[in-house]
């Protein structure tokens, strides 16, 4: 997987089981426990590139719900009520999806 290249495997192993549970994602303490919110504007750019599975320069609803996937391949969905908060903090301008300056300034938050 790409982001291995990023992340620690043992860190990211960590941010997927705090949130193991449905409805219990928690962007925040995510991004500090896989250690995303320590890298450079340039690995969170490839973050992105990664997240960004349609290469539209933007993260929208559907590849948020895969979002925990792309750590692992055997984590679960982001459930709706996960995916709608983690979108609302994300889309700062309300147009329904994240930018990749977007995406660096909610990982940094």
């Known amino acids: 997987m790409a982001l291995s290249g990023i992340l620690q495997e043992a860190e990211t192993a960590v941010g997927l089981q705090s949130c193991q549970a449905a409805d219990s994602f928690d ?43 792309n750590f692992s391949a055997s984590a679960r969905a982001v459930t709706d009520a996960d995916n709608k908060a983690f979108l609302a ?8 999806k994240i930018g990749v300056d977007k995406f ?3 990982v940094k938050s």
């Open 27 to 69: 962007y925040k303490t995510f991004f500090v426990k896989v250690g995303l919110n320590f890298k450079s504007k340039d690995q969170l750019t490839k973050v992105f590139g990664i997240l960004d599975q349609d290469s539209s320069s933007f993260i929208e609803e559907d590849e948020l719900k895969l979002f925990l996937q």
């Open 104 to 106: 660096q300034a909610l």
């Open 89 to 96: 903090a994300g889309d700062s301008d309300g147009d329904g």
